[in-house]
């Protein structure tokens, strides 16, 4: 069984503050890795993806990427009240099928 | 450009009886996918299709069935609905089989009693 694990959370982190999500996944085939955000009630969007180990930034959002160690984290620095969702981290060995985490749930406090 | 939808938004139907959930997008994307969300599971794959007329089987398909006569078409039916079955349902599609990002619909929620 391939599987992607998350910290279900809740994850609270004051406004400003860097917000850190964690995935590990237990697939070593697997080469692509996404992370998705989803509001409570809505459909997921996709916000980074990344397949090569190290660092991958965009904006107020790193995707980090740790093959070896089969672990993979997003940052999101200066955390808004506006990314309080729940961020769901996919991978995959192709870019067909991808597996999903069951989401961590993150709170930024005002 | 209405992108991706989904019909109906909210079904609730009896155990036993056979239920259709609609997918249309208007980006004449290669790739659709059918997903359902449970708490506690996260997203998990039912169906996916290359193409019209090409269907791949993904990691829950028993208990349902799919068609994609039309590109822009991937009816997901349950043949003979389960409470198992109960879970919000969400449609998806990508370009093409090199692209990263699937685009999903708003989600259709099928409760059977």
Redesign the interface.
């Known amino acids: 069984q391939k599987e992607?694990e998350q910290n279900s959370g809740p994850l609270s982190v004051p406004e400003g503050a860097i917000a850190s999500l964690n995935c590990t996944y237990s697939d070593r085939g697997s080469q692509?890795f996404?992370w998705y955000r989803q509001y409570s009630g809505?459909?997921?969007?996709?916000i980074m993806?990344i397949y090569s180990n190290g660092d991958k930034e965009d904006g107020r959002f790193t995707a980090q990427l740790n093959k070896a160690s089969q672990y993979v984290s997003l940052l999101i620095r200066d955390s808004q009240p506006s990314d309080s969702a729940t961020y769901?981290c996919?991978g995959g060995g192709?870019?067909?099928?991808?597996?999903?985490?069951?989401?961590t749930k993150l709170q930024v406090i005002p | 450009d209405a992108g991706i939808t989904q019909s109906p938004r909210y079904k609730i139907t009896e155990t036993g009886r056979q239920v259709t959930l609609m997918c249309h997008q208007t980006w004449s994307h290669s790739y659709m996918f059918w997903y359902r969300q449970d708490l506690g599971h996260g997203l998990r794959l039912i169906y996916y299709s290359a193409a019209a007329d090409i269907t791949d089987k993904g990691e829950v398909p028993d208990g349902y069935v799919v068609s994609r006569s039309k590109t822009e078409n991937f009816p997901l039916t349950l043949e003979s609905a389960t409470r198992s079955q109960t879970s919000v349902y969400f449609c998806a599609s990508k370009r093409s089989g090199l692209d990263h990002e699937q685009y999903f619909g708003p989600g259709t929620r099928l409760t059977v009693t």
């Open positions: 992607v692509s996404f809505k459909s997921p969007e996709l993806f769901l996919a192709g870019y067909q099928k991808v597996t999903f985490g069951t989401g």
